[in-house]
Each structure stands twice: as C-alpha cells, then as structure tokens.
C-alpha cells in the first residue's frame, strides 16, 4: 500500500492535519502505524476509509456516521448496514409523513364546517405520536390556537388538527417553532398558502438531497468493503 501524511489525506478533504488524528482518535478511521521516531503512516486504506466516514456524514448525520464507521472498522458489518437500513427507513418514513399531509391538506380545506371534529388534547397526541406536552409547546409558540370548553379544556377542531400535522411535518424537517407559527397562521388566514407550499416543496427538496447523499454515501462504504479497498480509486 502506497503510504500518505497525514497532510496528504487532509489536504484531499480541505481538512486540517489535526482533523484526521482526531478521526483515528475517535475510531472512525484505522489506527496508524508508526515510524521508528513516532510518525504516523496512512495508507490509501485510511483515504478510503475517510471518504466513507466524510459521505456518510450529510446522509445519516454524525453520530451514525461515526457508529457505522467503528461497526466496519470493527469487524461488524451487520451492525453497519443495520444503521444503514434505519437511515433509509427513515427517510422513507419522512416522504410518506409528506405525502399524507400534503393529502390531508387537500382534504381537510375541502371539509365543511358542519362535519369538523372536536378532540381533546389526548386524542390529537395520539394521531400525530407526540405528547400532550409538545402539543402544549406548540401552542405557546403561537402554532396551535386551541378553543377551551366551560370546564378550560382544550378543545381542537378539524383545522387545529390540520395545523398540528403540519407541525409535526415541519419540525420533522428541521423548522423552527416560530418559522411553523408563520406557516401555521398564515394558513388559518386563508392566504398562506403560498408559504405553505414553499416550506413544503422546500423539505421535498431536502429528502431528494438526503437521497442523493446517501447513493454516493453507498458508493464509498461499498469501497470500504470491498476485499482490497486500497484499490478504490479517489472520486473525481
């Protein structure tokens, strides 16, 4: 195997040389050998291995990254690819979750006032899998504008509901509670929808990039796998 600097792998990556000890450090590339006089060797084992670690990073988050990396280099392929496949499953999750409220939308907007529900704090946590607790949260932020009844329960009705699903949807992708509170009220002013259609095709976009980073993420940890990953040549 042909031997690098650590100056060699980092340089590839815009990374600093104390970036890459602190790669091996944390178990996410090989340990390296040394010098008679205390030197690091990398070898294109480890350029491998840092391309895996570095792609694997935007499509399943650090902490993954790191947990897939030290199950490979670990000898635990399956623990690996478990964590793949939960990345994957996720994301599936979140297209459906988008997809169902983006329907639920339509449909809701088209409900008439005589067959709105009213639900209790319980029954919306239930629908959505939240707590009562995040459903009080969003209403603090200004998301949710729940009725009380003469007893000072929170009653929701259908367009409550709607706007706790799309909560739930926009904090999955990553907004924060008062962008949602925008979202929301613009909504219940019937002349949102244009916000509402943007912060969604916007998240749209972000699962197709997630996607995408997870192909080449793929790409680079079948590399890592292969029998002789010295052989995988450097992306272009």
């Known amino acids: 195997m042909k031997s690098q600097r650590p100056v060699d792998l980092a340089r590839e990556h815009g990374l600093s040389t104390q970036a890459i000890r602190n790669y091996e450090a944390d178990g996410v590339l090989p340990p390296a050998a040394r010098t008679t006089s205390g030197y690091r060797i990398y070898t294109d084992a480890h350029a491998v291995a840092l391309r895996a670690f570095l792609a694997l990073i935007p499509a399943y988050g ?9 199950a490979v280099l670990g000898g635990d392929p ?15 999750r979140d297209r459906e979750t988008l997809d169902s ?63 706790a699903q799309l909560a739930h949807l926009l904090r999955r992708g990553g907004y924060r509670l008062d962008h949602i509170a925008t979202v929301t009220a613009q909504v219940r ?18 699962l197709s990039a997630r996607g995408r980073d ?6 680079r940890l079948d590399a890592l796998l292969s029998p002789s990953p010295a052989a995988a040549s450097p992306p272009p």
């Open 62 to 70: 650090h902490a993954t990254a790191r947990t897939i990396m030290r």
């Open 78 to 92: 399956d623990t690996a690819l478990r964590a793949v496949d939960q990345g994957h499953a996720l994301l599936l």
């Open 101 to 163: 409220v983006e329907i639920a939308i339509a449909i809701l907007s088209e409900i008439s006032p005589e067959k709105r529900v009213n639900l209790q704090i319980g029954e919306v946590a239930y629908r959505l899998g939240v707590t009562p607790a995040t459903l009080r949260k969003w209403e603090a932020a200004g998301i949710l504008t729940p009725r009380r009844d003469r007893t000072g329960q929170r009653v929701y009705d259908q367009d409550d509901l709607r706007d």
């Open 189 to 206: 002013a019937a002349d949102g929808t244009a916000a509402l259609a943007e912060s969604l095709a916007r998240w749209r976009q972000r």
């Open 214 to 219: 997870m192909l080449t993420a793929a790409a």
